[in-house]
């Protein structure tokens, strides 16, 4: 079986209902141990150890933003951390301000996590 580095997932936590899903999904990976939950606002204030460990090779990121502005891939970017998987919720059909939070779409989406 082949030995997959854990993910390291940041993610939006903004006020809308995207945020709500990429928080939510971000939080359920870290509690099933399919992902290490890392803080997005270590890495906004410039945290150097948590940075300089993201920046490692052989780490496997995944940036999960809640809509098109992006904040958490452009934070990542910002200290230099490029090697990332990104996604959107709104990649998975979810509207924000419209659709509701259910338990069926986060675990849609952490399927596809997962898969990655």
């Known amino acids: 079986m082949e030995n997959k580095p854990k993910i390291k997932i940041m993610s939006c936590s903004g006020a809308s209902n995207t945020g709500e899903y990429s928080d939510l999904i971000a939080r359920k990976l870290d509690a099933t141990?399919?992902?290490?939950?890392?803080?997005?606002?270590?890495?906004a204030i410039g945290d150097k150890n948590l940075i300089d460990n993201l920046k490692k090779p052989d780490v496997k990121i995944v940036v999960l933003d809640g809509c098109p502005i992006n904040c958490a891939e452009k934070i990542l970017n910002r200290e230099g951390i490029t090697n990332i998987h990104h996604l959107n919720t709104t990649d998975f059909g979810i509207i924000k301000g419209k659709t509701p939070v259910t338990a069926e779409k986060i675990d849609e989406i952490m399927q596809h996590i997962k898969n990655l």
């Open 33 to 43: 141990g399919d992902a290490d939950m890392h803080c997005l606002a270590k890495i």
